[in-house]
């Protein structure tokens, strides 16, 4: 595979991403839609959102797309602006080549560059513990639901992290509103049925 570039998304990049998005959750409109609203949601922090590309025969062409979006951390001290790693996505075709890993450590960095304390996401332990992430619920932080798969909570600790940042995460509304925090419905019954929570 060629060599691909990691880059902030600009407006003439939305349908790509939204393309990404489509194609690699399966669905034409969940995913895609989240991203749209956070683009414009009111949260404690801008949305930090990062492309990667590859040259084609037409140019740079879209092919991964990750967002970190502004949520909260409900300490006992004060409340905390955090970010949430989500979504993370590449197009099928370009995946186990090294650019979802890519667009993480950029988003990792560029969070602690801001002085941002704390990443969180949902997400495979196996894939995201391997790129920075350790389990949240182990390191005392309480989750936003109780529908999250064992292990699938988890945290990154930046250079601004201090000991006692801990609490619950606040996802903002926009996750919410599209249903996009935990399992929900036959997914969420069948992880109680395999002995999750």
Known sequence: MTGHDVRL?????????????????????????????LRTARAPLPPLSLVATVDDSEGDRVVGHVMLSGCRLDAPERLVAVYALSPLGVLPEFQRSGIGTALIGHALSA????????????GASGYYG???????ERLGFRPPTLRYPPGAYQV??????????????????????????????????????????
């Open 111 to 122: 969070a602690d560059a801001q002085g941002i304390p704390l990443v969180f996401l949902e």
């Open 130 to 136: 391997a790129r920075g992430f350790d389990d949240a």
């Open 9 to 37: 998304e600009q407006e003439h990049d939305h349908a790509a991403v939204r393309e990404v998005h489509a194609r690699a959750f399966g669905h034409p409109d969940r995913v895609p839609g989240l991203v749209d609203d």
């Open 156 to 197: 990154a600790r930046l250079s601004a992290y201090e000991d006692w940042m801990h609490g619950t995460l606040v996802y903002s509304d926009v996750f919410w509103a599209h249903d996009c925090v935990g399992l929900r419905g036959e997914r969420l019954r069948a992880l109680q049925r395999a002995g999750g929570r």
